[in-house]
């Protein structure tokens, strides 16, 4: 049992049996919704973005991302985590987008990728690989219930199982900062989108309030 709310939703490990479904359920929610995301126009609710689910169907291929699922099969929320290992894992994904012709995506991967390879978590905490929480999702009508938190706590459990030392999240909003800081989380990095300029000195993401900046956030778990 999830919740005294829901007690209907059971969490499991996300198999290939469930991909589909669960990029149905990223495009009606995440794709759409995330600052960044929004802030670019990247796509809208409902639709789909090859490259963003290209990165999403990777991320499942680990085999460590949580979903909440109802006894009918609906995915109410979740949590999609891949294994970084070392910091040239992120250099690759840097000189990658080198070949990707999609500017607004390019923008956002390059911010993200550019803060991480510049902290290099791998050196701060002496580790070779990192548990990477890189979407949490929560379908609108489940939201409110806490079920964030569940999820990622869940996703806590099994990377210990994994035999993880570090969990890490790129936090670009002020409600998954404001969740992975309740769970202990503290902030290794962070920038302000009024910060980030292109070269003529214009901010490149106009984020919607609340959201103000990128956090880097990380927990020592082992």
């Known amino acids: 049992m999830l919740s005294s709310k829901e007690p209907n939703l059971r969490l499991e490990v996300i198999t290939s049996k469930y991909y589909d479904d669960v990029i149905n359920h ?49 995915i109410a929320g979740v949590a999609l985590n891949g294994i970084l290992h070392g910091n040239s894992d992120i250099e690759k994904s840097l000189d990658k987008l080198n070949d990707i012709n999609d500017e607004n995506f390019k923008k956002i991967f390059k911010l993200l990728y550019e803060q991480n390879y510049r902290i290099n978590l791998f050196k701060q905490f002496d580790v070779d690989k990192i548990f990477e929480i890189r979407i949490l999702s929560v379908d609108s009508k489940f939201r409110g219930q806490g079920l964030a938190k569940i999820l990622l706590k869940k996703s806590e459990e099994l990377a210990l199982e994994r035999g993880f030392q570090v969990m ?12 992975v800081s ?8 962070e920038i302000k989108y009024t910060d980030y300029l292109d070269s003529n000195g214009d901010q490149i993401f106009v984020v919607e309030p609340p959201h103000e900046k990128l956090k880097i956030m990380c927990k020592v778990i082992n």
């Open 182 to 189: 309740s769970l202990g989380f503290i902030t290794k990095g």
């Open 26 to 74: 990223l495009r009606r929610t995440f794709f759409a919704d995330e600052p960044l995301n929004k802030a670019v126009n990247l796509t809208r609710p409902g639709q789909g973005h090859r490259l963003l689910e290209l990165h999403s169907l990777t991320t499942l291929k680990d085999n460590i991302s949580i979903m909440a699922i109802s006894h009918d099969g609906e």
């Open 168 to 179: 890490k999240t790129d936090a670009t909003g002020a409600f998954s900062q404001r969740v």
